[in-house]
């Protein structure tokens, strides 16, 4: 499974590595990216599917001991986590964590820069 180095420690993802659309589908609380096994393979015909696993209660690695682990903070590193990507115009597919709420104001922008938005959409789930 691939990584990627955060400011706050590594994640996992999954990556289909389809050439549709780029989705970015994020689980809830003490699950990880398994929680869209189910609808995948419909989406994987016609979307790009990046699924993270945020440190949520079930990531396989620690976060650094200074991490913002509050939800502002989360939604900063899946920022950070489209920029270390290099993802623009995603469109974000949030879950039981409150997420909704933040990807366009925080999550939507680059992590750490502050770059303009490289969301496209965010979507509750």
Known sequence: MPEAKLSAGTIHYEDNNGRGPVLV???GLLMDASLWD??????????????PVLPLGAHPHPMAADADLTM??????????????????VTLAVSDWGADRVPRRRAARAGPTGQPSRAAAARGV
């Open 38 to 51: 189910p609808v995948l393979a419909e989406l994987s015909a016609e979307y790009r599917n990046l699924r």
């Open 25 to 27: 589908l994020t689980h």
């Open 72 to 89: 502002r903070g989360i939604a900063g590193l899946l920022g950070e986590f489209l920029e270390r990507l290099d993802l623009h115009e």
